[in-house]
C-alpha cells in the first residue's frame, strides 16, 4: 500500500489494470483508459466542463435519478436539453430509439446504461453519430459484452463490478482529446489524465491494485462473455420469483427493460416489505432495502455476487411468500 506511485512495482500493477480493462471491454485502439477520482459524480461536472461549448447544447436522456444528475451539474456549465425521458412512467422503463429527439447543435448526448436505484437497464444503445455518445455505466460495466465503438466516452465509478470505490474508469475516444480545454482547471482535464497515463498526480494505487486483482478474477471466469452468462442466470432466478408470486412480490421495471444488476421489487404493502426486510436480515441476506429515495427492497446482483447467494434469496422469497400471503 506504500509503494511509490511512480515505482516500478506499482507501474506493472498500473499498466497491468490498463492491459486487462482493454483486453475484457475489446476496447479499440483509438481509445485510452483512464484512472480518475472524484467518483462518478465528478465526471458529472468533467463531461460538460470539457464539451460543453458556447452555441452547443447537452443532451441529455432520462432514466433515473443518476442521469437527472448528471444533467443539474451540466445545466450549471451551460445550455442543455432533455432527449427523453421515462420519468412519467416512474422510470419503470427505457426510452425506445424512436423518441430520442437528437438536435443538430448537440455538444453530446448522455445516458445512464443502467439505472441502480429504478433497476432498469439499457439492452440496445441508440446509434450516434453527430455528436459523442457519452454513458455512465457505474453500476453495469464488466457485466456483459459492450460495443465501445458506439461512444465517445464511458465512465465508471469501480465500486460495484470493478473493484472498491476510490477509482473511477473512463474510457475516452482520441478524437475527444483534441478539444481546446484552456478554460478548465489542469486536474479536470481528459487530456491531463491521457498524457501522463493517469499518472499526473498520485492515483489511488491500492484502489488499482484491486481493480487489477477483480479484473484478473473476470479473466479466470472466462472473461466477459462467461459474467454475462452467469448474471442472466442469476437475475432470472429472482425474477423468477416475481413472476412465480401471483402478484404477492411486484416487480418495479417493466419487463424489456429489467435490470441484471438491480431487481427492485414490493410487497403488497409497506408494512409487509419491512418484515420481508427484517426477517431476510435476520436470515443473513444484507443490503436488500431498497434505495432510500425509493424504499421498497432491491436485490443487487453484482458480478461479485455469487450463484449461491441467488439461489438462497429464490428460496426465501418462495418460502416468505408462502407463508405470508
Ligand atoms: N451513477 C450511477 C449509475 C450510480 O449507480 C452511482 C452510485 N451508486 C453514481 C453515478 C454515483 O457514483 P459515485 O458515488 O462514484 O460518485
Redesign the pocket.
Do not use: H, K, R, V
Given at each position: 500500500m506504500e509503494l511509490s506511485h511512480r515505482s516500478k512495482e506499482y507501474e506493472e500493477v498500473h499498466q497491468s489494470a490498463i492491459n486487462h480493462l482493454k483486453q475484457l471491454l475489446n476496447i479499440p485502439d483509438n481509445y485510452q483508459v483512464l484512472f480518475l477520482q472524484g467518483?462518478?459524480?465528478l465526471q458529472f461536472s468533467m463531461l460538460p466542463l470539457q464539451f460543453l461549448k458556447k452555441g452547443k447544447v447537452a443532451n441529455y436522456i432520462l432514466t433515473g435519478a443518476?442521469s437527472e444528475k448528471a444533467l443539474k451539474e451540466a445545466k450549471l456549465i451551460g445550455e442543455t436539453k432533455i432527449a427523453a425521458s421515462t420519468k412519467e412512467n416512474q422510470y419503470k422503463s427505457i426510452p425506445t430509439l424512436s423518441d430520442i429527439q437528437l438536435n443538430n447543435n448537440d455538444a453530446y448526448v448522455h445516458l445512464?446504461s443502467?439505472n441502480?436505484i429504478f433497476g432498469t437497464q439499457w439492452t440496445e444503445f441508440p446509434d450516434i453519430s453527430h455528436a459523442p455518445l457519452i454513458a455512465?455505466m457505474?453500476?453495469d460495466i464488466l457485466s456483459r459484452p459492450i460495443d465501445i465503438s458506439k461512444f465517445g466516452l464511458i465512465y465508471a465509478?469501480a465500486?460495484k463490478n470493478l473493484g472498491p470505490s476510490g477509482v473511477?474508469v473512463a474510457i475516452i475516444r482520441d478524437d475527444l482529446l483534441n478539444e481546446n480545454v484552456d478554460h478548465v482547471p489542469t486536474m479536470l482535464r481528459y487530456q491531463t489524465h491521457a498524457e501522463t497515463n493517469s499518472l499526473y498526480h498520485t492515483p489511488p494505487t491500492f484502489a488499482i491494485y484491486m481493480l487489477n486483482e477483480v479484473l484478473s478474477w473476470v479473466n479466470q471466469q472466462g472473461g466477459v462473455k462467461e459474467i454475462e452468462k452467469q448474471n442472466i442466470e442469476k437475475a432470472k432466478l429472482i425474477y423468477d420469483a416475481i413472476d412465480e408470486s401471483e402478484g404477492f412480490y411486484k416487480g418495479h421495471a417493466e419487463k424489456e427493460a429489467r435490470s441484471l444488476m438491480n431487481i427492485t421489487f414490493n410487497l403488497p404493502n409497506e408494512e409487509q416489505n419491512k418484515r420481508f426486510l427484517t426477517k431476510a436480515k435476520e436470515l443473513g441476506f444484507v443490503g436488500l432495502n431498497g434505495h432510500r429515495s425509493v424504499g421498497g427492497c432491491r436485490a443487487s446482483t453484482y458480478n461479485a455476487v455469487p450463484m449461491e447467494a441467488c439461489i438462497a434469496l429464490r428460496e426465501f422469497m418462495d418460502s416468505y411468500r408462502k407463508e405470508h400471503s
Open positions: 467518483g462518478a459524480s443518476w445512464t443502467n441502480t455512465d457505474s453500476s465509478g465500486q473511477t
